[in-house]
């Protein structure tokens, strides 16, 4: 790996591919701005969304956050109709939370390979198999999923969650990531029967060319997302959701930023801290074409084309929608998780 070229495209290649001109950032703000007022509408994104959308979420006074702080910002904001830009079992959790709200996405078919993982039918058979454990899934799975868990937990809360679980003497099931799943369990030492799904983003960070990473940038510090392979998160100084990331990048002495976790997470980053410089955690090894994948597919179809015509035409495609009585039995573990991070003080 040369140093140069390898630093260089990673650096650019985020940069040039998000930039829109000013005309068109006038341009979408007051078209989706004019929208959002109309529908007494507000934007809730996750930080992996595309950098015009996130600049345009923040703009309008919407946020821009991560799993645990959308569903808190969704639930105590006075809007009528919360447009959700993430993936599906976002704007899922939304409505679980809010039922009397108009939930929309700009498309329905934002899936996340986790949530994919975990069938509803085998996922029950697993529990009915191991009764005596107290069923604790994450955020990313469907709503049929979190009906039949006793918790709800995003990456935020996961660890504090099982370890207090683990102190009242609960054995666990934990899914869908069995990668977040090895994370807890290493932190609480508690007894976890894991789920095996996995991110497709996160599964590809690479340990050998993250340590050549290192090696070139010895100052570098190493900030990972916990649903990467335990290799990386070996080798990580920060482990932790999105939010944790972005503010161990602001707290962190070191002026050089590696970062294991989807790259548009560097929109933020850049724009907090601009002194700092930031590098994506290789995600193949030498001679490989694809350097940098870190890239969700699914947070990428979220356009603000998109996010315009759900406001336009409010229509079934956009619209999530959630049959009333699995609602009912989701909102109990999701609410449980709420109360639990309230408890812990989580901002
Ligand atoms: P966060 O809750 O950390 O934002 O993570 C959500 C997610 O899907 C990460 O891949
Ligand atoms: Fe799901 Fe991975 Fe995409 Fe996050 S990055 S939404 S876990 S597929």
Redesign the pocket.
């Known amino acids: 790996m040369s140093k140069d070229f390898n630093i260089n495209q990673l650096i650019y290649s985020f940069k040039s591919k998000n930039i829109l001109s000013q005309d068109k950032k006038d341009f979408y703000f007051k078209r989706i701005k004019s929208l959002l007022d109309q529908k007494n509408a507000v934007i809730v994104a ?1 930080y ?1 969304t595309n950098p015009e959308v996130q600049y345009i979420a923040e703009k309008t006074g919407g946020c821009v956050a991560d799993s645990l702080e959308m569903a808190r910002f969704g639930a105590s904001h006075p809007a009528v109709t919360l447009v959700v830009v ?2 599906k ?1 976002m704007g899922e959790t939304a409505k679980i939370l809010n039922p009397e709200k108009n939930v929309l996405m700009p498309t329905l078919n934002a ?5 994919i993982s975990c069938p509803e039918k085998e996922f029950s058979k697993f529990c009915d198999e191991n009764s005596d454990r107290t069923v604790v899934v994450y955020a ?1 799975t469907s709503v049929a999923i979190k009906a039949r868990a006793d918790w709800v937990a995003t990456s935020s809360i996961a660890v504090e969650l099982v370890n207090h679980l683990n102190k009242l003497g609960k054995k666990i099931i934990w899914a869908p ?1 069995r990668h977040l799943g090895y994370f807890i369990q290493q932190r609480t030492k508690a007894d976890i029967l894991c789920w095996n799904g996995t ?4 599964d590809e960070f690479k340990s050998k060319s993250l340590k050549k990473m290192k090696s070139m940038y010895p100052e570098a510090a190493i900030l990972v997302h916990p ?1 990467s392979p335990k290799d990386i998160i070996e080798l990580a100084d920060v482990v932790g959701s999105t939010s944790q990331l972005i503010k161990a990048a602001k707290t962190l002495e070191n002026s050089i930023i590696i970062v294991a ?2 790259k548009r997470i560097f929109y933020k980053m850049q724009k907090d801290i601009p002194e700092k410089l930031f590098y994506i955690a290789p995600t193949s090894s030498d001679n490989a074409t694809c350097k940098i994948c870190a890239y ?4 990428g179809m979220n356009t603000l084309q998109g996010i315009i015509d759900a406001l336009k035409n409010n229509t079934i495609d956009h619209q999530i929608k959630i049959n009333e009585s699995l609602r009912k039995k989701a909102l109990i573990p999701l609410k449980r998780m709420l109360n639990f991070a309230k408890s812990l003080k989580i901002n």
């Open positions: 996750h992996y993430g993936v079992f899936e996340c390979s986790l949530d990313n990531d991110c497709i983003v996160h649903e976790t989807d969700c597919p699914w947070m």
